[in-house]
């Protein structure tokens, strides 16, 4: 693993600043029909299901934290809920492909069984031949958010964890592998080795999305934040890169900043310079797409660099 001490959420920020000081970025915001006044936040990166490119994105009344699932395409610049596709009351969704099942999660809010006044979420996993056809099939540990999947190859998937409390602080990355899906319990999950020099004990992160690179590492993009003295929020969008055989990895990058994006609504006033990212894709002239969530409140994408080269 590596040892070197973390930077900081400041120090990260100064030196993504400073790449980029120079840079002009292409970037939008998506728009969204038939939700009525919600939100549409914290979106995938587009994908193909069934024969058509969606996205799944987290809808929400802008004063609740109950939020939906919904499956959108495309139509005339425009995203519009997928007809007679499933919706799930989780939050903020992720997908990925292992063989030949297209695997779906998100965060399930339930009551606290020791206070019915609080509450505990559950990240949970679905699969399918397509988001048609998904069925629940495996629940993480209570209070753990961002578990991300990497099929390394037939046999062998890795496991990327966040635990937060008595172990992992504030928010730290674990992993650990497993041999199939039917193997991803909370157990396994509780036992992945933890990443203990990636952030500070101030600080946190997680992984949002697994890449399988071409010579066998995973780049992960990832997110990492803190608070401020006034207790605002402040994520940002990063990349790594992890060795599944060696257990090595890199210092995360910051690739994004909410001063990069259109302007726009926030959910909260401490919730202004939050950027969750959801999905990364290539595009035809070999560079690539950020999507993201914006402010809690908005869905972004930006056109940056190869994130996972210059490590």
Same mark, same amino acid.
């Given at each position: 693993m590596r040892h070197a001490p973390p930077a900081s959420v400041a120090q990260l920020f100064a030196d993504y600043q400073k790449r980029t000081a120079h840079n002009t970025f292409s970037t939008g915001r998506l728009e969204f029909t038939g939700v009525g006044d919600k939100d549409v936040y914290n979106i995938t990166a587009p994908f193909t299901s069934a024969g058509q490119v969606v996205i799944a994105g987290r809808v929400e009344a802008r004063d609740s934290e109950h939020s939906t699932i919904v499956f959108f395409s495309e139509q005339q610049g425009q995203w519009a809920p997928v007809e007679n596709a499933p919706t799930f009351q989780l939050q903020d969704p992720f997908f990925t492909r292992i063989e030949d099942e297209l695997i779906l999660g998100g965060v399930e809010i339930n009551p606290h069984p020791d206070?019915?006044?609080?509450?505990?979420?559950?990240? $949970?996993?679905?699969?399918?031949?397509?988001? *048609?056809?998904?069925?629940r099939f495996a629940s993480g540990p209570p209070g753990m958010k961002d578990i991300r999947l990497c099929h390394i190859q037939q046999g062998r998937i890795g496991v990327f964890t966040r635990p937060q409390g008595k172990i992992g602080g504030r928010g730290t990355i674990g992993y650990v592998e497993i041999n199939n899906l039917e193997a991803l319990t909370p157990e396994t999950i509780t036992s992945a080795e933890l990443f203990e020099q990636q952030f500070n004990s101030e600080e946190w992160g997680g992984v949002n999305e697994t890449h399988l690179l071409c010579d066998g590492t995973i780049g992960l993009l990832s997110h990492?934040?803190? +608070?401020?003295? *006034?207790?605002? !929020?402040?994520?940002?969008?990063?990349?790594?890169?992890?060795?599944?055989?060696?257990?090595?990895?890199?210092?995360?990058?910051?690739?994004?900043? !909410?001063?990069?994006?259109?302007?726009?609504?926030?959910?909260?006033?401490?919730? $202004?310079? $939050?950027? +969750?990212?959801?999905?990364?894709? $290539?595009?035809?002239?070999?560079?690539w797409r950020l999507y993201v969530g914006a402010s809690d409140a908005e869905a972004h994408w930006i056109d940056i660099e190869d994130p996972f080269s210059g490590f």
């Open positions: 206070n019915p006044r609080q509450l505990i979420w559950h990240t $949970v996993f679905f699969r399918g031949r397509d988001i *048609h056809s998904l069925t990492i934040a803190c +608070f401020d003295q *006034h207790g605002r !929020r402040h994520y940002y969008p990063g990349v790594f890169i992890f060795n599944p055989d060696t257990k090595n990895y890199t210092p995360i990058k910051i690739i994004a900043a !909410r001063d990069n994006f259109l302007p726009g609504a926030t959910k909260r006033p401490d919730l $202004v310079d $939050v950027i +969750f990212p959801g999905g990364l894709i $290539v595009l035809p002239n070999n560079g």
